[in-house]
């Protein structure tokens, strides 16, 4: 099986954005959410913006505060031993797996295309910060049509953790808020587009303190706001490109075999790839088949090298036919897509 990367990749870049905040650069596009409205492909993109500094020994990190509707810029020294400074996206409390600080401030923000291809960005956010759970900023949306109706859910950062929040639109101009469905810590929730014996069912993605590891469960819902009945799906492999962590990719998509979920995995050494799972038509919670090796892998240069190289994570995908348009992030920097085969996929997978 070899995907067939678009010429036009990256699709999207961070050049290709205007921040939104003065004094600012976009240092991130990535990780969009997808869907098919009226005549064209919406791109749902996380943006990623950073304030720019200009002195080495000051890294800057901000806040939106939903209160007073104000984006504070908070200033640190590298030389402050309360802080480790080591990696370049969060600020960690010197000593503590816990970040104190995000050094970007990410939200959603449309593009659009009539090909799939070639896409125009909308000039302001579609989704911003707007309470106490997203002051660090909006990442990593999907979205799931059912009936006439868009759900959009994403992962809402905050002092109090990263959870899962979602809004509903019918026209990408006007958004209701729903709130918070799944509290922190969890992320990487993809609900499916369809009932299935009377219940909505949705893949999440908790990341366990005490004992435990960050797997994919299974919830169930009457109404999309209210989740239960959480069930272990499955989990890390070891000696697998999926041992370390694994997560949601895109919505999952029906087929005469069951459903297949495209979801990423990640190595040891933050490698991230996107594989597949089989799940039964009626009964999602029994696990048919999984992919023994990746569908789709770093290996062009703008998924190797970026703001954090070795990545390909998917939030969305378009399936017609035996065709999947998975679109991608690529290195947390850019957006991509990579057409393979529903078939040869689906073969791939091994009990």
Known sequence: MTPYRYEENPLITPEDVKPYHENFEVIGAFNAGIAEFKD????????AERPISGEHDVIKAPI???????????????TDERYDFSDPRVIRKSGSEQFAYLTSL??????????????????????????AHEIFGLEDPRIT?????????????????????????????NVEHLGMIFAPENKDVAIFPEKINGKYYALHRPVPKSNGYPEVWL??????????????????????WDNARIGGGAVPIKTEQGWLAL??????????????????????????????????SPEADYEQHGFFGNVVFSCGAISHGDTIKMYYGAADTSMACAEISLREVLESLKL
Request: hydrophobic share 35%; glycine share 6%.
């Open 64 to 78: 939106y505060h939903p209160d007073k509707k104000e984006l504070e810029v908070k200033e640190l020294y590298r």
């Open 219 to 240: 919830a169930e819902s009457d109404n999309l706001l209210y989740w239960g009945n959480h069930h272990h799906l499955f989990g890390l492999r070891e000696n697998h």
């Open 263 to 296: 979801y990423h995995g990640a190595s040891d050494d933050n490698r991230y790839c996107m594989g597949g799972v089989l799940l039964d038509l009626n009964d999602p919670k029994k696990v048919i088949a999984r992919s023994e090796k990746p569908i789709l």
């Open 106 to 131: 990410s939200y959603l923000r449309i593009a659009r295309s009539k090909d799939g291809r070639n896409f125009t960005v909308d000039p302001e956010p579609f989704i911003y910060p707007s309470t």
């Open 40 to 47: 064209e492909v919406i791109m749902l993109l996380r943006v």
């Open 145 to 173: 049509q059912i009936g006439e109706e868009y759900y959009i859910y994403f992962t809402a950062v905050s002092p109090m953790g990263a959870g899962e929040a979602m809004v509903r639109t019918s026209d990408f101009i």
